[in-house]
């Protein structure tokens, strides 16, 4: 299969036509490649707040509110596209007002397939700002999505850094990884993240980020990042881990063949063996004592 995941900019929006008008101009273009898997970053969907004007967008609430709004329209749209272009997308995340979780937004990402079903993934551990600036809080639980494409799952960029989140999706093939971080430093921690995952679990991970500037919304006023799909650098990858790679905040597709047998293979006859191996750390991580060394 072949793989596009994005370097995404945010553009301030005059009519929903305009937003629609941009989606599809991405769709098509990666479509056009032979991309069958689309992944948009964490936040992208942040853009559909201007429709709203500028002083919605300006507000730390109100900017959230306008998103979750449109996302019925927004998952429309995305669906559509999906099933004209034959291709699955993984759109931008939004912050979503879900009466199941009370009156605080989680954090959603929403896929799509060319057969029309969709479904969504929510973001399980909040970063700092989410928590102090935004107050947005973890959703439902972890998914493992089993498509024509092989099991998907996804990790929204700081689940990304967890390693007992990507365990348990320790059956996944494809682990996705939308993020939004504002400097080149949490873009490392996100894409050191997503090439851990796919270490240990012996899969493909994709990592897409949202870049440049936004200065009508201070929640996504300076972002940081590429595309990048990354392998285990063991028998039938890249010896560097790396598929693929875009370039430092320059707006496009990075895309990726992927050998779905490939991450069979490495499984069953890597040259190690973490997956299978990873249960005989119980029992190991932990120490009897401190030992005193002068």
Known sequence: MKIATSAYPLDFHQTWADYA???????ADAAGQGAELLLFPEYG?????????????????GCMVAVS??????????????????????????????????PRPVNRAYVFTPTGATAHQDKQLMTRYEREAMDVIGGGPLHLFDTALGKIGILICYDSEFPLLG??????DLILVPSCTEAQAG?????????????????VSAMA??????????????????GGVF??????????GILAEGSMNTPGWAYAE?????????????????RTHWAEQDGRDTYVTAERLR
């Open 21 to 27: 008008a941009k989606i599809e101009t991405w769709v």
């Open 45 to 61: 969907a942040m853009e559909l707040a201007t429709l709203a004007g500028a002083e919605t967008a300006a507000d730390h609430e």
């Open 69 to 102: 709004e449109r996302m019925e329209d927004a998952n429309s749209l995305h669906s559509e596209l999906a099933a004209k272009y034959k291709v699955h997308i993984v759109g931008a995340s939004a912050p979503v007002y879900d009466p199941d979780f009370g």
């Open 167 to 172: 365990r348990a999706l320790h059956d996944a």
């Open 187 to 203: 873009y490392s921690r996100v894409r050191i993240g997503a090439m851990a995952r796919a270490l240990e679990t012996q899969c």
């Open 209 to 226: 980020s949202l870049v440049g500037k936004a200065e009508w919304c201070e929640h996504v006023d300076t972002n940081a990042g590429m």
């Open 231 to 240: 392998g285990p650098p063991d028998t039938g990858f890249p010896p560097t």
């Open 258 to 274: 992927v050998d779905p047998a490939a991450i069979a293979r490495v499984r069953a006859d890597g040259n190690v063996l973490g």
